[in-house]
């Protein structure tokens, strides 16, 4: 399965569009406008969308990236973690390798920070928006294509808006296809919320993305 190289000024124009488009989004949830103003904006808009609907459409719904997680196009635009999602606070992730990665001693670690669109509680991020971040942040642990079996999610304090908060998480165990992920998110020092999840591999891992790509 080959990779399908995205040029770096095509990327980072496509990750400042959803900046925006993000900034857009977390402002729409705090001001109140006029009707008349409301209306000018949608009108804007439209006329937005309008070009976007013009535009040609990617070809393939994902590729496999340099690292082999599953897929980039999900990375990019995962409403989680995606760079180039403007639904993503966005989670970001990276690898801290261990003495000996290949015994799955690396960690991942992160960085969010949860904008007003994301609000459950007053002041505070939504509860099913933390549980999906640790679904992506124990998923990402992995290294390697697996599904959520089983997360569960101990919230021992509300999770502030507009604070940034630090990501770890690590496998705990590999039982054949089964692995136990374990993450943690703090504020500062304070533990605010903890996760464990099982995920089960494909049976097949090289045949599980050859039908994926037969589905393109």
Same mark, same amino acid.
């Given at each position: 399965?080959?990779?399908?190289?995205?040029?770096?000024?095509?990327?980072?124009?496509?990750?400042?569009?959803?900046?925006?488009?993000?900034?857009?989004?977390?402002?729409?949830?705090?001001?109140?406008?006029?009707?008349?103003?409301?209306?000018?904006?949608?009108?804007?808009?439209?006329?937005?969308?309008?070009?976007?609907?013009?535009?040609?459409?990617?070809?393939?719904?994902?590729?496999?990236?340099?690292?082999?997680?599953?897929?980039?196009?999900?990375?990019?635009?995962? *409403?989680?973690?995606?760079?180039?999602?403007?639904?993503?606070?966005?989670?970001?992730?990276?690898?801290?390798?261990?003495?000996?990665?290949?015994?799955?001693?690396?960690?991942?670690?992160?960085?969010?920070?949860?904008?007003?669109?994301?609000?459950?509680? *007053?002041?505070?991020?939504?509860?099913?928006?933390?549980?999906?971040?640790?679904?992506?942040?124990?998923?990402?642990?992995?290294?390697?294509?697996?599904?959520?079996?089983?997360?569960?999610?101990?919230?021992?304090?509300?999770?502030?808006?507009?604070?940034?908060?630090?990501?770890?998480?690590?496998?705990?165990?590999?039982?054949?296809?089964?692995?136990?992920?374990?993450?943690?998110?703090?504020?500062?020092?304070?533990?605010?919320?903890?996760?464990?999840?099982?995920?089960?591999?494909?049976?097949?891992?090289?045949?599980?993305?050859?039908?994926?790509?037969?589905?393109?």
């Amino acid at each position: 399965m080959g990779k399908v190289a995205v040029d770096e000024e095509t990327r980072k124009a496509s990750q400042q569009l959803a900046d925006e488009m993000r900034r857009i989004i977390n402002r729409l949830a705090v001001v109140r406008p006029s009707a008349e103003e409301l209306a000018r904006a949608a009108e804007a808009a439209a006329s937005f969308a309008d070009r976007l609907d013009a535009m040609p459409q990617r070809t393939r719904s994902w590729e496999v990236s340099e690292a082999g997680l599953l897929p980039r196009d999900f990375i990019a635009y995962s *409403p989680v973690s995606g760079r180039s999602n403007p639904m993503s606070p966005p989670v970001q992730l990276r690898v801290v390798p261990g003495k000996n990665d290949a015994a799955g001693e690396h960690r991942i670690e992160g960085d969010v920070t949860f904008g007003p669109a994301y609000e459950g509680p *007053p002041g505070h991020v939504h509860g099913g928006l933390v549980a999906a971040m640790f679904d992506e942040l124990l998923g990402f642990a992995q290294l390697n294509p697996g599904f959520t079996a089983y997360l569960h999610v101990n919230y021992r304090k509300p999770t502030p808006l507009n604070t940034p908060l630090h990501l770890v998480a690590w496998v705990e165990s590999v039982n054949g296809r089964k692995r136990m992920v374990r993450g943690e998110c703090y504020a500062g020092d304070v533990l605010l919320t903890d996760a464990e999840g099982l995920f089960i591999a494909p049976r097949d891992d090289e045949d599980y993305l050859a039908r994926l790509g037969q589905q393109q």
